[in-house]
């Protein structure tokens, strides 16, 4: 979100479902899909990534769509009531689209950034905290324990963190981390490396529960 913190964001993992047109994809989702998109004003800034893994099972493109809405939970809908107004005919489709995870997340807690850098990949990951109980330490452990620690070590930027508005998602967190390395793979394991010996019981959390990590470089759109 490159600096940018806000109320809402809604957050698409997609495949291209055929590997011979993705760059057919690419221009359709680039330069038709995030007009159709953003042309309510509801939502802003597409960003699309790229998975650094291509075959991964968790998909191979995200994409990240920021609002201003008062209530993120209603802002998906208010902008599909918006584009059919716009768009009565429907809009512009693509056959070539898979969706693997779509959600609408608002923001909770605080930034945290080290520095002004571009945003070349991120770091993300969808999460649970597997213990209602726990919920709250598990809030302030994130905030107060992990995005410091992630950020002291210096590959990721910038970190921000959203709570789902669908009860009923397979995840409830979503966790942003902004890299300027235009390999965020590389980003990631430098990351690792330079976390070992930190002690497991400072940079885990016992009851959290990864639903979905990928790094991804950004795609669209491009940095000069």
């Not at 690419?26 to 790229?50: C, E, L, M, Q």
């Not at 994130?142 to 508005?165: K, S």
């Amino acid at each position: 979100m490159e600096g940018r913190y806000p109320n809402g964001l809604l957050l698409a993992i997609t495949n291209c479902n055929d590997a011979s047109k993705r760059d057919e994809f690419a221009r359709w989702y680039n330069h038709i899909h995030f007009p159709d998109v953003t042309a309510s004003g509801i939502f802003k800034h597409p960003i699309r990534f790229a998975n650094t893994d291509p075959d991964s099972p968790r998909g191979q493109y995200a994409a990240t769509y920021e609002t201003d809405h008062e209530d993120a939970a209603i802002a998906l809908a208010d902008n599909r009531e918006a584009s059919a107004k716009l768009r009565p005919d429907g809009g512009r489709g693509s056959e070539l689209i898979e969706s693997v995870f779509v959600d609408v997340f608002k923001r909770t807690g605080g930034e945290f950034s080290t520095s002004v850098r571009p945003t070349r990949g991120i770091l993300l990951v969808l999460s649970n905290c597997t213990d209602p109980s726990r919920e709250e330490e598990f809030n302030r452990w994130y905030e107060d324990v992990h995005f410091p620690d992630i950020l002291n070590v210096g590959q990721f930027h910038t970190a921000y963190r959203y709570e789902n508005v669908n009860p009923e998602s397979s995840a409830k967190y979503l966790a942003i981390y902004e890299t300027d390395n235009a390999d965020p793979a590389d980003a990631r394991a430098q990351h690792t490396k330079l976390m070992e010996g930190w002690g497991q019981q400072r940079h885990l959390f016992s009851d959290m529960e990864v639903v979905s990590s990928m790094t991804a470089r950004r795609v669209w759109p491009r940095l000069d």
